[in-house]
């Protein structure tokens, strides 16, 4: 797996001036229509001689912010770190970041990084990086996720736009999630929260906690209609102090009318059901019983028979 550093994009932010951004919003621009955009089609947005763009291109290549393609004709694509650079500057007018403290979690689709902005304020800040797996297996497990003429950098673009709009859905609906605060290209800046994995989290009252995710998720359903379909215990994170809990994840979500969506939401139940009974011995019977409690309460408060 390769690992894109974000911290190595805010080193080089400072050097760069107006037309190299400009250069680099030339070719995402481009994306829909070319893998590697040619060099006259660059000119022409950019209203630059070849010649001028070719200095521009030699510099943004040192720095591993584009790639070249001779082959056929000369045409230049974006670097997964030359998004990076396009979406911190993007980012910079909501927020300016001084550095990342440390990187959260690393996974297939995406990263998450704990950063601190300029005036001493933390965040989170997800990174979609979608490519660091087959197509094949990205589709298995997404279907959300079509071909784009983009190629990864597109789809990482997608996957972002994607959650960020169910997320702040969710957020305005109450549904404890991570506040959404700005998506730039790629990336979702949201509220820090002090929250750890559940399958990391050293939990003091665990039916509590099991009892604030069953909670959750039938607000989602009942409430914002609609469903997580790809919930563990790897995508909660717990306060360990006070037992808070925050759903983090969501790019597979479905609208409850999806006609597979009552098979996910049990799923869902089962999953973290067996959890549950695995790390903290609790008989299921127990947990089922909280289960139907809560969407009994939500049935009677939604007049629902």
Request: charged share 30%.
């Amino acid at each position: 797996m390769i690992i894109v550093l974000l911290e190595n994009a805010i080193d080089v932010l400072p050097k760069l001036r107006t037309k190299h951004f400009k250069f680099l919003r030339a070719i995402f621009r481009s994306l829909r229509k070319y893998r590697y955009v040619p060099i006259y089609v660059i000119s022409r947005r950019m209203r630059m001689k070849s010649s001028h763009v070719r200095k521009i291109v030699e510099f943004l290549k040192d720095l591993g912010l584009v790639e070249m393609r001779k082959k056929e004709y000369e045409g230049y694509g974006l670097t997964m770190r030359g998004l990076d650079i396009l979406a911190l500057k993007a980012l910079s007018g909501f927020v300016d970041i001084e550095k990342i403290t440390h990187r959260y979690d690393v996974g297939k689709e995406a990263d998450i990084h704990v950063c601190l902005s300029f005036d001493k304020k933390t965040y989170i800040l997800k990174v979609f990086r979608l490519g660091r797996t087959s197509f094949k297996k990205v589709r298995s497990v997404r279907p959300s996720y079509e071909t784009v003429a983009g190629g990864w950098i597109l789809l990482s673009v997608n996957a972002a736009r994607r959650e960020y709009e169910i997320l702040r859905r969710l957020w305005e609906g109450g549904i404890s999630v991570p506040k959404p605060l700005y998506r730039a290209y790629h990336m979702i800046l949201m509220e820090y929260v002090n929250g750890i994995e559940l399958v990391k989290a050293y939990v003091t009252d665990p039916l509590k906690v099991f009892r604030n995710i069953i909670f959750e998720i039938f607000k989602a359903y009942y409430v914002v209609g609609v469903i997580h379909a790809d919930l563990s215990e790897y995508n909660v994170l717990v306060d360990e102090k006070t037992s808070d809990i925050w759903i983090i994840d969501w790019p597979q979500w479905l609208e409850v009318e999806h006609e597979e969506a009552e098979g996910y939401m049990e799923k869902d139940m089962e999953q973290i059901v067996r959890f549950f009974v695995r790390k903290h011995r609790i008989n299921p019977e127990i947990l089922e019983n909280i289960i139907e409690e809560i969407k009994n309460e939500f049935r009677i408060s939604k007049h629902i028979p």
